[in-house]
């Protein structure tokens, strides 16, 4: 394992396609645009690879992750260019810890509506919330609600 200029924990070239013992760590701002995910999924995508992460788990992991970004970006910080989203991620054998924090006022989660209501049915906002907490093993905001930790331990293998 190597330390980029940057301060990030990286699989040395020899070793790319193996885990290393510790932990992939990164923290990035993205700018407040559509599209600006792509700024660090492929990359967070690639070493929940590295760690031979089931692709189920990858499956949930990709999915809550641009869910949680597209949110900050969109609601969080209105498409604001002057305000940024910093994403902290945290790739190991055994756990994902991904933390998205955007510029915004913050919301209260438990004010979200059940999207799952008869009359939310067909309105075509407000799942996210639920995707990120069915396929996260643990959601968690902070007290203003521009930030959510999400977790994901790693899957027991299929029988």
Known sequence: M???????????????????AGSWDKQIDLPSERGASRMIMEELLNHLGVYNWSPS?????????????????????????????????????ELVRVEITDEGHGFKPQDVPD???????????GRGVLLMRTFMTQIAYNARGNSVLLEKQRSAPAD
């Open 2 to 20: 190597t330390v980029d200029v940057m301060g990030n924990h990286t699989a040395s070239a020899a070793g790319a396609d193996q885990p290393t």
């Open 57 to 93: 788990d990858i499956f949930a992991i990709h999915l809550a992750v641009e869910e949680a970004i597209v949110n900050a970006i969109v609601h969080g910080n209105k498409l604001d260019p002057a305000k940024k989203v910093r994403v902290c991620c945290s790739v190991s054998a």
């Open 115 to 125: 999207c799952r209501l008869q009359e939310r049915l067909e309105v075509p906002s």
